[in-house]
Structure formats: C-alpha cells, structure tokens
Nanobody
C-alpha cells in the first residue's frame, strides 16, 4: 500500500523559510518521480516542483525558481521541499505526489497523493 505523509507546514512571515517533508512507502522509488503541488483557496491545484528519484534531476514552476529547492534522501525514502523567501502568495495546502512519468508537471500524471500540509505566509 502506497503512503505519502507530508509534514513541516505552518505559519511564517513573508521572507521566512520552511522545509516540507514527504515520507513515502510502498512504491519502487526508482521508477517514480516525486512532485510537490499546492492549492490555494478557490484555485486549482498547481505544480511546484518535481524530482526524478533515480537521477535526481529536477524541474520547477517559474513562480518558485530560485526560492524553492526539492531534494530526496534515498536512505530515508523522503522528499523535501526547502522554501525560502516566502511570499504571501505562496500560502496554500502543499501536497506530495508520486508519478511514473518522469519530470511531469501535470496532476493527471500522479497516481498517489498525500493528505497535504498547510503553509500560511503572513505579510
């Protein structure tokens, strides 16, 4: 059974930092890409970043390039999203997801999702 469990969300002031974690189990990681998405109230879920588990190659949404960094720890089966220079518009529920499509930025490509963790950035 695939499980993705996010943690690390919270309330932070603009300009601050947070690190999200996603602990994964039940999948063959070498065949998967792990992505982060976010959904703000009243908006569609949008792509944030993705990392291909085997190669470590990454891709980012333009809105977070240079501020967010996705990484993985193979020994801990965990994916991280380091978020720096946070802005109020980064406020959303952040979701971790797993896909068999390397590098995908489409929600339709992701078969497994976590429950989400709230990130709130105050101005």
């Amino acid at each position: 059974q695939v499980q993705l469990v996010e943690s690390g969300g919270g309330l932070v002031q603009a300009g601050g930092s947070l690190r999200l974690s996603c602990a994964a189990s039940g999948i063959l990681f070498s065949y998967y890409a792990m992505g982060w998405f976010r959904q703000a109230p009243g908006k569609e879920r949008e792509f944030v970043a993705v990392i291909n588990w085997g190669s470590g190659s990454t891709n980012y949404a333009d809105s977070v390039k240079g501020r967010f960094t996705i990484s993985r720890d193979k020994a801990k089966n965990t994916v991280y999203l380091q978020m720096n220079s946070l802005k109020p518009e980064d406020t959303a529920v952040y979701y971790c997801a797993a896909s068999r499509v390397y590098g995908s930025d489409s929600t339709a490509s992701y078969a497994y999702w976590g429950q989400g963790t709230q990130v709130t950035v105050s101005s």
